[in-house]
């Protein structure tokens, strides 16, 4: 478990005012926990099942953010090539966004799914949240789409997932 600390999006917090995005109760329940100074651990704490994939969804969905620590001032490198230096490629490569189409994509597949698989959304979907590709993006759609099949025909369920699919 982490020990991060989340705060609302001005998203999550129009989220609490007008019920749209369809969130499970308990996914609501950790968006109105999250409060910008509890980390995970003492959210973990007050007992609250899967609260992971609980912070997952709500991240993909942009309604909350990772509180950024505010580090002590620092001098500013005095050229362009001493601040190439100070960055590591690695923070970039970590750091780099899926893109704001698979984004949109992810926020839409959660709320979809949430129909589908309710509080386990977040479960099944874990694969859905870590994609950074299109490519792995269809890949956990198409592990989704088996489990779909189970309930609702192979067909039916490739369907109901294609508008969710970014192309590749």
Do not use: C
């Not at 620092?74 to 690695?90: I, L, T």
Request: aromatic share 4%; no cysteine.
């Amino acid at each position: 478990m982490s020990s991060g600390v989340f705060q609302k999006t001005e998203s999550g917090k129009a989220e609490i005012a007008q019920r749209k995005a369809g969130l499970s109760p308990a996914t609501r329940t950790v968006l109105i926990m999250v409060n910008g100074n509890d980390s995970v651990n003492v959210l973990a704490a007050r007992g609250l099942p899967q609260l992971q994939g609980h912070l997952d969804t709500l991240l993909a969905l942009g309604l909350i953010e990772p509180v950024v620590a505010r580090a002590a001032p620092v001098a500013p490198p005095a050229n362009d090539a001493e601040r190439a230096v100070s960055v590591p490629g690695s923070v970039f490569a970590h750091a780099a966004p899926a893109g704001p189409g698979l984004d949109t994509l992810r926020r839409q597949a959660m709320a979809y799914l949430g129909n589908h698989f309710g509080p386990d959304t977040p479960l099944v979907a874990q694969a859905l949240l870590a994609a950074r590709t299109a490519t792995e993006f269809n890949a956990a759609l198409d592990g989704i789409e088996s489990k779909l099949a189970i309930y609702m025909g192979r067909k039916q369920a490739a369907r109901e997932l294609q508008a969710l699919r970014p192309a590749t």
